[in-house]
Antibody
């Protein structure tokens, strides 16, 4: 069955970088895109970016586009999200989600368990 | 950019109640609207896509309607396991996505 495993929680200092991994199995990795979504403590869901695994095309949210890079490794069916120059308001749980095209709309139908990133001096 | 709003931001209801959550978009998104359920400490779960199609395994007490700029998620008879936060999300702007702010459903 489809499974997603994300890397463990991280504690970083302001200005540092973090790279979160999202390892998938049970489906054809290259046939789907990956979204990254984050959730600050007590807050709602914030879309960060989309990556077409097959083409390598990406689209980043304006809020993070200068600091984020999304990549994939098709040899290990793993997606990565790197966020640089971390600030305290980057403290959040970071989720990867598979993007599936269903009934003419793009959905996030499989989610990773989340990776907690804490930014603190 | 499309903005999404939800109302109410929270509600209290009894088990067995009929519950309706409204989601509005700042411009027409046709039926490119999905709903997610999130329980505390857990990842979101896809409930409904394309405005009204239930994801596999989702109970039939959940339903979605709407088009254009106004959408509703209805839970016909609230069950104990339905207490959660619900988010709408538009995909009209694909490959950008926007979530609504969420509606927390609590036990009365």
């Amino acid at each position: 069955q489809v499974q997603v495993v994300q890397s463990g929680g991280e504690v970083k200092k302001p200005g540092a970088s973090v790279k979160v991994s999202c390892k998938t199995s049970g489906y054809s990795f290259s046939n789907y895109a990956i979204n990254w979504v984050r959730q600050a403590p007590g807050e709602g869901l914030e879309w960060m970016g989309w990556m077409n695994v097959n083409s390598g095309n990406v689209k980043y949210a304006q809020k993070v586009q200068d600091r984020v890079t999304m990549t994939t490794d098709t040899s290990t069916n793993t997606a990565y999200m790197e966020l640089r120059n971390l600030r305290s308001d980057d403290t959040a749980v970071y989720y990867c989600a598979r993007v599936a095209f269903k009934w003419n709309t793009h959905t996030m139908d499989v989610w990773g368990p989340g990776t907690r990133v804490t930014v603190s001096s | 950019d499309i903005q999404m709003t939800q109302s109410p931001s929270s509600l209290s209801a009894f088990v067995g109640d009929r519950v309706t959550i409204t989601c509005r978009s700042s411009q027409s998104i046709s039926t490119y609207l999905n709903w997610y359920q999130q329980k505390p400490g857990k990842a979101p779960k896809l409930l409904i896509y394309a405005e009204s199609t239930l994801e596999s395994g989702v109970p039939s007490r959940f339903s979605g309607t709407g088009s254009g700029t106004e959408f509703t998620l209805t839970i016909a008879s609230l069950q104990p396991e339905d207490f959660a936060t619900y988010y709408c999300q538009e995909s009209h702007s694909f490959p950008s996505f926007t979530f609504g702010p969420g509606t927390k459903v609590e036990i009365k």
